[in-house]
C-alpha cells in the first residue's frame, strides 16, 4: 500500500520570541502544503527519497536509523522515524519520498511539515492510532532532537491547522473561529535562521534580563486583545496590535532595515498594520489590509525590494490525501 500524506506551512501572527518564554501567541496554517509519499518495504530497511533537500537514493537498515552520521538534509525525517519506532516498533521497513514541498527559504516551517507528515504516515502505514496531541508530542520531540530549540508553534499549526492560540511547549492548544481577514505576506529574500537568532536573543538578554523580560510579558498581554479581535473581525484593532507588537520585536533586536521598509511601505500604502512573522532577521514579513488597498500594499512591498507570496490562511493540518 501506498500513501500520501500533506501538511500545512506557517505564518506566526503573533507572539514570536515570547512565546519561547511561555507567553502565549497566535499562529495561522496557510494554504501551501507539504506532501510526502510512503510504503511499508518487506526488508527491514529505511529508505528516503528528498531530492528538494539533497537526498537520493537514501537507504539503511532499520536498526541504524539514528545512529552514525546522518546527512543534515535527512535528520527531520531520520529522528521522526527513530521517535516513533521508539514507540511503536514493527518487523517491516519503509521508504518515504517527498513529493512536492514549498521553499524552505520564506521560513513557512517546511521542517515541522516534513516531521508531521512523516510521522502521520508511520502511524497509516503500521495501523498506529494517536490523537492530535499524541502526534504533536512526538513531531515536537523529534524537533528537539534536531534543532534543540523552538517552542512547537509550527508543529501544532502543521498538525492542527487552522489558526491557533498556542502556549509552549503545547500546553494549551486552542483554534481560534477566526473572521475572514485580508493579508499580504512579503519575503525579504534573506534567509533567516531561527535557532541561532533565538539563542543570540536569549544571550542578548543576560545584560537586562529585567528588561527583556518585560519585553515579552508586553508581548504576551497582545495575544488575549488580538484574539479577540480575531474573533470579532475587529481588522483595524488587528493592525494596530501587529503594530504595537513590531515595535517590541524591534526592541528585540530582531528586525533588519528590509524587513522594516517592506512594512513601512505597506503602513503608508493604507494596511491596517504589518509586522514581521517569525524569527526576524530576514524571511517574511505580512501586513493586514482591506480588499481595496491590497494591491497598492502589493506594489508597496515589491517597491520596498521585497517578493510578495500568496498564501490563504487557516488550512487543514496533516492529512491522508489518498484516503
Ligand atoms: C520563529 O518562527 C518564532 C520564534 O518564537 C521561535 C519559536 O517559537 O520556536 C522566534
Not at 541561532?196 to 515579552?216: D, H, L, T
Not at 504595537?244 to 491596517?272: D, F, H
Request: glycine residues 10%; contains cysteine.
Amino acid at each position: 500500500m501506498e500513501i500520501i500524506v500533506s501538511a500545512p506551512g506557517k505564518l506566526m501572527l503573533m507572539g514570536e520570541h515570547a512565546v519561547v518564554y511561555g507567553y502565549p501567541s497566535i499562529v495561522t496554517a496557510i494554504d501551501q502544503r507539504l506532501k510526502l509519499r510512503a510504503r511499508v518495504l518487506e526488508k527491514k530497511v529505511f529508505e528516503l527519497y528528498a531530492p528538494d533537500v539533497e537526498i537520493i537514493n537514501y537507504s539503511k537498515s532499520i536498526l541504524a536509523v539514528g545512529k552514525c552520521e546522518v546527512p543534515k538534509g535527512a535528520k527531520f525525517v531520520e529522528l521522526a522515524l527513530v521517535n516513533f519506532l521508539n514507540k511503536y516498533p514493527v518487523k517491516e521497513g519503509v521508504r518515504i519520498e517527498t513529493v512536492s514541498a514549498f521553499k524552505a527559504m520564506f521560513g513557512f516551517g517546511s521542517s515541522s511539515a516534513i516531521v508531521a507528515c512523516t510521522i502521520k504516515a508511520l502511524c497509516v502505514l503500521f495501523g498506529v492510532k494517536l490523537s492530535n496531541k499524541e502526534l504533536f508530542n512526538l513531531a515536537y520531540q523529534t524537533v528537539l532532537d534536531v534543532q534543540g530549540v523552538g517552542s512547537g508553534f509550527d508543529i501544532a499549526a502543521a498538525i492542527y491547522g487552522g489558526t491557533l492560540y498556542y502556549v509552549y511547549p503545547g500546553k494549551i492548544i486552542r483554534p481560534i473561529n477566526t473572521k475572514a481577514l485580508g493579508i499580504v505576506v512579503g519575503y525579504s529574500g534573506v534567509k533567516a535562521d531561527t535557532a541561532i537568532i533565538v539563542k543570540r536573543v536569549a544571550e542578548e538578554s543576560k545584560s537586562f534580563p529585567i528588561v527583556y523580560k518585560s519585553i515579552y510579558a508586553e508581548i504576551g498581554q497582545l495575544i488575549p486583545l488580538a484574539r479577540k479581535a480575531l474573533v470579532s473581525g475587529k481588522v483595524k484593532e488587528i493592525g494596530q496590535l501587529m503594530n504595537i507588537n513590531q515595535g517590541y520585536l524591534e526592541s528585540l533586536g530582531v528586525g533588519t532595515s528590509k524587513l522594516s521598509q517592506m512594512i513601512y511601505a505597506c503602513r503608508e500604502a493604507g494596511a491596517w498594520g504589518a509586522k514581521i512573522s517569525g524569527a526576524g532577521g530576514g524571511d517574511c514579513m505580512f501586513s493586514v489590509c482591506s480588499d481595496k488597498d491590497r494591491l497598492n500594499v502589493e506594489q508597496a512591498i515589491k517597491k520596498a525590494g521585497g517578493e510578495v507570496i500568496k498564501v490563504g490562511i487557516g488550512a487543514e493540518g496533516v492529512r491522508l490525501e489518498n484516503d
